[in-house]
């Protein structure tokens, strides 16, 4: 079942009691209207995105995924947890949202619940599938991030450092060794520039036969992002989880 927890896994077996163009035309319906909902009139151009056009090509849930994390409610972001690996992406955001902790841990806990009944030895399985060395992005150096090229990884961390962009998404996407190039979907709309950027890093993932320089989106976003955005769900700061925590 890896590398999705259980009740990931009964939503997907779900979606196969349809003909298959038939659940791949509808999730291509819902990706454009979470499109239009979520850019509006510049949906034609963030369409253009590499990743996002890779989530069509693919019959991904990328852009379902960035309009759980866009919406930011406490049943949004449970929901997001079925996607293990980019669930951390909305940390900063619950961690500066006090309210939310409780409604978020009750719906998990609906969430996932039943599905021990289903399967009481699940969770166990599943971690031991994911930390098992089992999954070849990791193993194999496949995945879309920084980690297969470790000097580049080490400048672009003291690129951010020196030009002080702290930014959790650059460091959760680019040196994340288990995303796929289409889950930079999740990075769009920080800045126009990452469209005509992610054609240059797909023509340079063409060129060394990698995904690797797709991690570069990641750096670029942080650097294109104000470095202090006190209105930005993923600017994490001491100050805000102090208050929040003293509240």
């Not at 693919?58 to 409610?73: A, I, N, T, Y």
């Not at 450092?161 to 959760?172: D, G, P, R």
């Not at 991690?215 to 208050?243: Q, W, Y």
């Amino acid at each position: 079942i890896a590398p999705y927890p259980l009740p990931a896994v009964v939503v997907f077996a779900m979606t196969t009691l349809a003909p298959p163009i038939v659940g791949l035309i509808g999730l291509s319906l819902l990706s454009v209207v979470i499109l239009v909902y979520l850019f509006k009139r510049e949906a034609l151009l963030w369409i253009l995105y590499l990743p996002i056009l890779e989530s069509f090509a693919l019959g991904q849930f990328s852009l379902v995924w960035l309009f759980l994390l866009k919406r930011g409610s406490a049943l949004s972001l449970a929901l997001l947890t079925l996607k293990p690996n980019l669930f951390p992406l909305a940390l900063p955001g619950l961690a500066t949202r006090r309210d939310l902790w409780r409604p978020f841990a009750l719906w998990c806990i609906a969430i996932y619940a039943p599905t021990f009944l289903l399967r009481p030895a699940w969770l166990a399985e599943w971690l031991t599938r994911v930390f098992g060395g089992h999954d070849g992005r990791i193993v194999s150096g496949t995945s879309a991030s920084l980690w297969p090229v470790p000097l580049l990884a080490f400048a672009g961390a003291g690129l951010l450092l020196l030009t002080q962009h702290y930014s959790w998404q650059a460091i959760f996407t680019s040196f994340n060794p288990t995303l796929r190039a289409y889950d930079y979907t999740l990075l769009a709309g920080i800045s126009r520039w990452l469209i005509p950027l992610s054609w240059l890093v797909g023509a340079a993932m063409i060129a060394v036969q990698a995904a690797w320089p797709m991690a570069l989106i990641g750096i670029a976003a942080a650097l294109l992002s104000p470095v202090h955005e006190a209105s930005n769900p993923t600017h994490l700061t001491r100050a805000k989880i102090r208050d929040n925590l003293t509240a």
